[in-house]
């Protein structure tokens, strides 16, 4: 995979785009079997793939009178295009968390509850090269989709998975924020108290107030301060000339993030 380069290499991740604007994302495979190289894109039909090895990323072509626009994907389209096991934390809810605990590069971060590794992909796009995600999980088929997700999306090497239950203990300390989704957060406030540097972020997301609540007294009763839950909906606008409107349906209710910082 060849990053600084804006032409497309073998072993790139691509996205392709119609002229009826469906897309795919996969993987160009040039110097295999011809077996291999040939992908089943979506809508898209049958295609060579190393037929696309030296185009420019955003240009147009054609392949059997079909026209495409090949591109780099970016986060969104590697979320849309996830393996799920489970249900995901949404782009909308991805960015309060990332603002909220100061997530940037570098950083080590520890995730409670890896799931289909929506969230994991997004923490590991901001903190890559030097930072950190580690990634606590107990269901080996969640690991199993974490771990393909990852290396679809080039980011394996920012993320460390380990089968253990977070509510048991967090090896790692002096960590920059612990953000956790999993059904009973209140029995990790403790852990994520010792793990935490001073000043360190906590997050939990939680589908419903009953588990806001529990985790809101848990924290309160530690030395956490600032703690708070919001909810984020979002609405997308139909824009036309002269005839803008919002959206008739929205992206609603999701899920709950609390958040808090601690203090010596």
Known sequence: M??????V?????VLLIDAHKFKDTFIVKAITSKSSKLKKVGGLGVIDTSKLVGLEYGAEFEIGRKRFIVLRPDIMDNIKNL?????????????????NCDIKGGDTVIEGGLGSGALTLVLANIVKPKGKIVSYEISDANIKVGKTNLKNTGLEKSVEIKKKDITKGITEINVDS??????EPWHVVNNA???LKPG???ASYSPTMNQVEKTTRELQKNKFIMVRTI????????????????????????GYVTFARKIL
């Open 178 to 183: 612990v953000i956790l989704d999993i059904p």
């Open 2 to 7: 060849t990053l600084n380069s804006n032409l």
């Open 193 to 195: 108290y010792n793990a």
């Open 9 to 13: 290499s073998d072993q790139d991740l």
């Open 200 to 202: 360190g972020h906590f």
């Open 231 to 254: 909810e984020t909906l979002q609405r997308e606008l139909v824009v036309g000339e002269g005839g803008t409107r919002p959206g008739f349906e929205m992206l609603g209710h999701t």
């Open 83 to 99: 393996q799920r096991k489970a249900q995901i934390i949404t782009p909308k809810d991805s960015g309060v968390i990332i603002i």
